[in-house]
């Protein structure tokens, strides 16, 4: 279940770029269907070939009709393509999300099967286990840049597995299905040219141009990035000299670039005579084609040292580092960190508290400086005011396209290491205020949940009450259980808020959003084995423990914790984050183990945790720290509907 969750999400994303700014989405599917799944143990005793059937025409569909998303939509940028095409996002969306609750609804019912035939605990158990399996093994196909078809042929054996008929013809109907996802997923991969990053679809085309070699990088389908020769593109696009022009001493000794990519910003830096550079950049494909094919062989040059991480991360590792120019070189992500509403790859980047950072690493007659396409002038001012809260001072602001609001913004580390050509006219009325670690949405202009969030999440909320009423009957079935209902829509917040809290501690990388999501599951089996091991504390005192844990949480800042070395700040944070967690599992452990029906207990605890998934945009609105409040809350209501005879066990 868990593997082909995690397949959905990273490719419906390649393909639909809707998905890359709304991958929760799919999860919030993938908890309907699996709580579904469960719900229909009993109803029925055939077998779910309905699965394989729909993801046999989701891929085909996904394929013939891909989509691009508008580039504003009521307050919130996305960076995407110049125009818009294929079905509108009202309906691919929750299209999108019932194909993903039916093909989960699949395996989620065999596995609902076997809970009645083992003790509840011992179930699951293995449903963990299974869990971090299919973690475990998603993980390793994106750290050996494996392509679709390989998930899809994973996903066809295991249908084959679990479904496998006894009658021919019913095992020729089973392989049809099978071989339209693996076929289809083959084409995408010989036809497509790409490479598959562990965050992208990259794909690339290299070109003559009035004779100068380049290469068109695309991820997600959508234009990225291009590598030119460093001569050519300053004389075709000035503005990328301009953070040399802006600093008064001139000095490259030490340069820092956020955002190397394909290596142009790199070849730059060393064309003005950088001596040493470190090229930060998160997605290893990126950086493997400019090693390739960049026309300058940037890092190639013994001054580059290259570095395949977060860029913030970078920053808070390296604290001893000083730099005459740090550059952050659009970094721009088409793509959110999986699990977390609206944090996207590039997110803690461009906080007051990392600019704060850039500056502690310049020496003294220092710069930092960054540059993008910044599509609105309140975008262009939020940074600059940004950029003077953290520095100090204004900073220099070049607009050099009013359209598309293509500007450079650097800072001196004093005003006189800065050489502006015209002083800044500052933030406006309407400039939003700039962003800190807790709400680090930069692309958000109000403190608000966009209109289009709202009116997706509430057709999924509408389409989700439909779909459980047709699936498991009367809701009464499930009223006993409204405490673990509880319990799923807290510890859904609670996750987010840990996978959001370890991408700031150390990196938006992939590999540590996969530590997460498998620490979780240790720490969620590390509370069943304990539960059916040894006896524990009654569920009033473990309720005592998780809010205490909570309340621990919220004491302990991610500031503070940045301030730490780095293993230290790893116990520490382990400890904080992973509290809460156990006693939270500890909880839902006793109280699913002393369940009269634990099918209609699993599922209705799945259900919420999607509703979880919806309340995870308040974070956009609160911040994430106030999550710890809201899921403080739901658990105390969880507590108050606790059967009185659970009380004492």
């Known amino acids: 279940m868990l593997f082909l969750e995690l397949a959905l999400i990273r490719w419906t994303g390649s393909n639909i770029v809707h998905l890359s700014y709304f991958t929760n989405f799919v999860l919030l599917g993938s908890f309907l269907g699996i709580g579904l799944g469960f719900l229909r143990v009993g109803r029925t005793t055939r077998q779910p070939y309905y699965s394989p ?14 989509v691009t998303v508008d580039r504003q939509a009521e307050g919130i940028l996305y960076w995407t393509s110049l125009s818009t095409s294929g079905p ?12 993903a609750a039916i093909v989960l609804m699949g395996p989620a019912e065999l596995v609902g099967r076997c809970f009645p035939e083992l003790e509840r605990l011992e179930a699951y158990r293995y449903d963990l286990i299974g869990s971090l399996t299919g973690i475990g093994l998603f993980t390793a196909l994106s750290f050996l840049s494996a392509p679709p078809v390989v998930w899809g042929a994973i996903a066809a054996i295991a249908y084959a597995v679990l479904l496998w008929p006894r009658t ?13 996802i693996v076929g289809a997923l083959g084409m995408e991969t010989l036809t497509a040219g790409a490479l598959w990053s562990p965050y992208y679809k990259v794909t690339y085309k290299n070109s003559l141009w009035n004779g100068v070699p380049l290469m068109d990088i695309s991820v997600n389908g959508i234009p990225h990035q291009q590598a030119t020769p460093a001569k050519s593109k300053l004389e075709w ?78 920053l808070e590792r390296n604290s001893d580092k000083k730099y005459d120019l740090i550059l952050f070189a659009l970094p721009d992500s088409l793509t959110l960190v999986s699990g977390a509403s609206s944090l996207r790859l590039e997110s803690y980047l461009f906080t007051q508290q990392a600019m ?12 930092f400086s960054m540059y993008n396409y910044y599509r609105e002038t309140w975008l ?72 289009i969030y709202i009116i997706t999440l509430g057709l999924i909320l509408i389409v989700s009450m439909l779909a459980v009423r047709a699936v498991a009957g009367p809701y009464r079935r499930m009223r006993p259980y409204a405490d673990l209902f509880l319990l799923g829509v807290a510890f859904l917040l609670l996750e987010t808020k840990n996978v959001t809290g370890f991408a700031l501690l150390f990196g938006t990388t992939w590999v540590v959003n996969a530590i997460v999501f498998g620490g979780v599951l240790v720490a969620v089996l590390a509370a069943v084995e304990v539960t059916r091991r040894f006896r524990v504390p009654s569920l009033p005192v473990m309720y005592g423990v998780l809010l205490g844990g909570l309340v621990l949480a919220w004491l302990v800042p991610n500031s503070w914790l940045l301030g730490l070395p780095l293993p230290v700040r790893a116990v520490v944070a382990v400890v904080v984050a992973f509290l809460p967690i156990f006693a939270a599992n500890v909880v839902f452990a006793k109280r699913f183990a002393d369940s009269e029906n634990g099918t209609l207990a699993f599922g209705a605890n799945l259900l919420g945790a999607m509703v979880g998934g919806c309340l995870e945009y308040l974070a956009l609105v609160v911040g994430y720290q106030a999550l710890l409040i809201v899921a403080g809350l739901i658990y105390l209501m969880a507590f108050a509907l606790l059967p009185r005879t659970a009380r004492i066990a």
């Open 53 to 66: 059937i729909v993801l046999a025409i989701l891929v085909p569909i996904i394929l013939l009709f891909p």
């Open 88 to 99: 509108p996002a009202w309906l691919i969306l929750p299209v999108i999300f019932m194909a």
């Open 168 to 180: 021919v013809w019913a095992r020729v109907a089973l392989a049809v299905p099978a071989l339209v």
């Open 237 to 314: 696009e000035g503005q990328y000299g301009l953070p040399y022009a802006r600093s008064a001493s001139g000095k490259l000794d030490d340069v820092l670039i956020v955002g190397a990519g394909s290596g142009t910003d790199v070849s730059i830096a060393l064309s003005k005579g950088a001596k040493r550079v470190d090229a930060v950049e998160i997605d290893p494909k990126l950086l493997e084609l400019g090693r390739t094919y960049h026309p300058d062989k940037p890092y190639d040059d013994p001054r580059v040292t290259a570095h395949v991480t977060d860029g913030r991360a970078f």
């Open 356 to 367: 704060e950072a850039a500056r502690d690493h310049l020496k003294p007659d220092g710069v």
């Open 380 to 451: 262009v001012d939020r940074l600059g005011s940004t950029m003077q809260a953290a520095f100090g001072h204004k900073p220099c602001v070049d607009v050099v396209s009013e359209a598309g609001q293509q500007a450079v913004i650097t800072a001196g580390l004093t005003t006189g290491t800065q050489k502006c050509a015209a002083e800044w006219a500052g933030a406006t009325a309407e400039t939003p205020p700039p962003t800190g670690d807790d709400r680090p949405f930069l692309y958000l202009k109000d403190r608000t949940i966009p209109q």
